[in-house]
């Protein structure tokens, strides 16, 4: 509806740069994202050559490149926001547009911040005398391939060289101390970064995904390194770290898959989380002596690294700190002395693992991904399973929970497709959020009458799920708890329920009888959203509200038990849509909400 409005932004105009006119094409082709990704590198660039020029514009040049740069504002707002009320606002800013009416706003005084043009070979120069480089300076230009910093500069602004993708080298002068967060993310090219002596601080994700970055030498000055300072940089090989450093932060070298070799200085006291995570290639690592404390998950997924010698000074090694790393035994035994979650419990040939006696709780991720996890043995001595501990473990087939058990964590048995039954023990209390999601072959469950709770999602996507026992203890059903269970044919509520919660039994096609307790009050949003099957439902004289679309789409539902609840005040809309209740019924319905239906 838009496109015909361009011709103010013709697409033949050569006054136009050649990237702007590609994308005023795309513009009257209806493709929106397209344009915009390929103008954003350009709009920005003539904007401050604009506001920088003292001459009248050329309205076909860079005037115009303000009046697209407004529309793109425009579109972006459309097309990113999930406000209806934003997005209306963008349409209606673009109708006047293409009216061609000019919208009266109060001009703002701002402080007209430094511009720095890029010549037509890619090059820019930072002028002399300026000490900090602002934010966002050159973000997103993807026609930048060099630039020329002033021996002013002192410090380097957030994202001031973020998505610079074409940017391959850049020389750092004498005089900066500071790279601040995103510096120089995603510069995808960048193949080589000189770092000054001066240099003394590196921002969080100041060189994330900077992926051709080889090598970087960091100087002895340098006393802070940001997390996921250097991320995802999947071309470095080695690097050596500064005498200077005394703690490396979270996920500084996450995924820096190409890394063979890392000097540790003398220095360092602390490893942080994930801080090598990933890096597959990593065949060695020398720990110094001054060593006290290594993160969670620090070395995860070192599939190269097969020995590690620990400091005497080591009093800290964090869950999954080794996990998938092939360590000889010697080394498995000595970071099993200090934390036995550093390292993965084995798997014996027959897909069987065992937890030790006197572990109290399962890790979190401790299994995770394990699809040659056929069986686990778990000890008495066990209360608490952690969030994701056997998340994906594909060909687990049953489970037996301990009667110590009083928490299931969060995904715990998150998409354990080949698990058919598992027992829950008296002593559970909890089970978390999503903690059997997806558990596709999932036939049946009882629950034990101390359950309190079921976390949202929990049974979700439980699609052979025929029958479950809800006790009298449980108080709360999460939103989406039992949420397409395809299976389920009947379901008794406990006494002990006041509320539904929203979708908790959305998409049970095949349940055709529900019983709600007289304790009931509520019934929340989409509750019984489909639920085909569902022939008859009574509703407790304890009702006041049944949500929106609670029953909806339940086409086999010809009545409910009438009268309706005298304290029934409230049926939202939609809560019968789809549903052929009888005259008597609809009647009784519409009174309350004439849109229920």
Aim: charge should be negative; proline fraction near 5%; hydrophobic fraction near 40%.
């Amino acid at each position: 509806m838009m496109m015909a409005t361009y011709e103010q932004v013709p697409a033949d105009n050569e006054a136009w740069p050649a990237e702007l006119r590609q994308a005023a094409a795309l513009l009257e082709q209806g493709e929106l994202r397209q344009a915009l990704e390929k103008a954003v590198s350009v709009v920005g660039a003539l904007e401050r050559k604009l506001q920088a020029s003292t001459a009248e514009p050329d309205p076909t040049g860079e005037a115009g490149a303000r009046t697209f740069a407004t529309l793109l504002e425009f579109l972006q707002a459309m097309l990113d926001s999930d406000s209806e009320e934003v997005a209306a606002a963008a349409r209606e800013k673009m109708e006047r547009w293409e009216g061609g009416e000019e919208e009266e706003e109060e001009e703002e005084e701002e402080e007209e911040g430094p511009s720095y043009l890029i010549a037509e070979d890619g090059h820019a120069i930072v002028p002399d005398g300026v000490i900090a480089l602002e934010d966002s300076a050159f973000e997103g230009c993807s026609a930048l391939t060099a630039v020329t910093l002033p021996d002013s500069l002192t410090s380097i602004g957030s994202c001031a060289f973020r998505d610079c993708s074409a940017l391959t080298a850049v020389t750092l002068p004498d005089s900066l101390t500071s790279i601040d967060v995103s510096a120089f993310y995603g510069c995808s090219d960048l193949t080589a970064v000189t770092l000054p002596d001066s240099l003394t601080s590196i921002g969080d994700y100041a060189f994330a995904g900077c992926s051709s970055l080889t090598a970087v030498s960091l100087p002895d000055s340098l006393t802070s390194i940001g997390d996921e300072a250097f991320s995802c940089c999947s071309a470095l090989t080695s690097l050596t770290l500064p005498a200077s450093l005394t703690s490396i932060g979270s996920c500084v070298f996450d995924g820096c898959s190409s890394l063979t070799a890392v000097a540790l200085p003398d220095s360092l006291t602390s490893i942080g989380y994930c801080a090598f995570n990933d890096c597959s290639a990593l065949t060695a690592v020398t720990l110094p002596d001054g060593l006290t404390s290594i993160g969670n998950a620090a070395f995860r997924g070192c599939s190269a690294l097969t020995a590690i010698t620990l400091p005497d000074s080591l009093t800290s090694i964090g869950d999954r700190a080794f996990f998938d790393c092939p360590l000889d035994a010697e080394s498995r035994a000595a970071v099993r002395a200090i934390n036995g979650w550093a390292v993965r419990l084995p798997i014996d040939a027959q897909g069987h693992a065992t937890v030790p006696e006197g572990v109290g709780s399962i890790v979190d991720c401790a299994f995770a991904g394990c699809s040659a996890l056929t069986a686990v043995t778990l000890p008495d001595s066990l209360t608490s399973i952690g969030n994701s501990a056997f998340r994906d473990c594909s060909a687990l087939t049953a489970v037996t929970l301990p009667d110590s058990l009083t928490s299931i964590g969060d995904s715990a048995f998150f998409r354990c497709s080949g698990l058919t039954a598992v027992t829950l023990p008296d002593s559970l209390t909890s089970i978390g959020e999503g903690a059997f999601e997806g558990c596709s072959a999932l036939t049946a469950v009882t629950l034990p009458d101390g359950l309190t709770s079921i976390g949202e999602g929990a049974f979700e996507g439980c699609s052979s799920l025929t029958a479950v026992t809800l006790p009298d203890s449980l108080t709360s059903i999460g939103d989406s708890a039992f949420f397409g269970c395809s299976s389920l044919t009947a379901v008794t509520l406990p006494g002990s329920l006041t509320s539904i919660s929203e979708r908790a039994f959305f998409g049970c096609s095949a349940l055709t009888t529900v019983t709600l307790p007289d304790s009931l009050t509520s019934i929340g949003d989409d509750a019984f959203c489909g639920c085909s099957a569902l022939t008859a439902v009574t509703l407790p004289d304890s009702l006041t509200a049944i949500g929106e679309g609670a029953f909806e789409g339940c086409s086999s539902l010809t009545a409910v038990w009438l009268p309706l609840p005298d304290g029934l005040t409230t049926i939202g809309d939609g809560a019968f849509r789809g549903c052929p209740l009888d005259a008597e019924s609809a009647t009784a319905v519409r009174a309350l909400n004439s849109d229920a239906m």
